[in-house]
């Protein structure tokens, strides 16, 4: 079946670093999204990329989709105490829907 | 236009009791899915239902739980017999298919059993 791997699983940055996180699937992806949840809270969407190579802003963020549709990856630049939460991915078609293992972020001043 | 909502957002029971979660999608959905997480843990697919039909419940352990979502209603998650490692969020999110390319999935606030 498919399996989708984030790494890392956890990381620790100061406020201001930057912070990226990576989803990778041992099969083609027909489109991948981005949930963040935090602490205590329900995932929330963030954004959905479907293309090949694309390639989406949201302010700090920036998300990737790999040229193959096997990979994708989640960027923050200059990250804030705000942005502490755990980040999934989330892939499938409409009968299939997995979760990646996510990366918890964890930003200190 | 009330987003995914799950009740109740709490649940205490003892061991043995049965928990019946419930989770209304949002307006002009007909597709839910059950998620369980384990606290410093990731979400958990159990299993995924249309009206009145089961798609997908490989998820699912097969003693004890079971999930339907009936015609008219909310969908219900029930555990029978809880025990202690059932304890966890159990998160319900809903989407309206569009085609297999477009699968956003909206999200409850979830019901966090305890089991003691």
């Known amino acids: 079946g498919q399996q989708v791997m984030q790494i890392p699983q956890y990381q620790h940055v100061q406020e201001g670093e930057d912070f990226t996180t990576y989803c990778n699937s041992s099969?083609?992806?027909?489109?991948i999204q981005w949930y963040k949840q935090r602490p205590g809270g329900h995932p929330v969407f963030l954004i959905q990329?479907?293309?090949?190579?694309e390639v989406k802003k949201q302010k700090r963020l920036t998300f990737q989709f790999g040229e193959a549709k096997k990979n994708s990856s989640l960027h923050i630049t200059a990250t804030q105490t705000t942005d502490v939460g755990t980040y999934f991915c989330?892939?499938?078609?409409?009968?299939?829907?997995?979760f990646g293992t996510g990366t918890r972020l964890q930003v200190t001043l | 236009n009330a987003g995914v909502m799950q009740n109740p957002r709490h649940l205490v029971r003892r061991r043995g009791q049965e928990a019946r979660l419930r989770c209304s999608p949002m307006?002009?959905?007909?597709?839910v899915y059950w998620y369980r997480q384990l606290p410093e843990e990731g979400l958990k697919f159990m299993v995924y239902l249309q009206k009145e039909n089961i798609i997908d419940e490989s998820g699912m352990p097969k003693e004890r739980f079971s999930a339907e979502f009936p015609k008219e209603g909310p969908s219900i998650l029930r555990i029978q017999q809880v025990v202690r490692g059932d304890s966890a969020a159990y998160f319900c999110?809903?989407?309206?298919?569009?085609?297999?390319?477009?699968?956003?999935?909206?999200f409850g606030q979830g019901t966090r059993l305890t089991v003691v």
């Open positions: 989330y892939t499938g078609t409409a009968s299939k829907l997995t």
């Open positions: 990329l479907v293309k090949s190579g």
């Open positions: 307006k002009g959905h007909s597709h």
């Open positions: 099969t083609t992806l027909s489109n």
């Open positions: 999110a809903s989407s309206h298919i569009r085609d297999e390319w477009n699968t956003e999935a909206f």
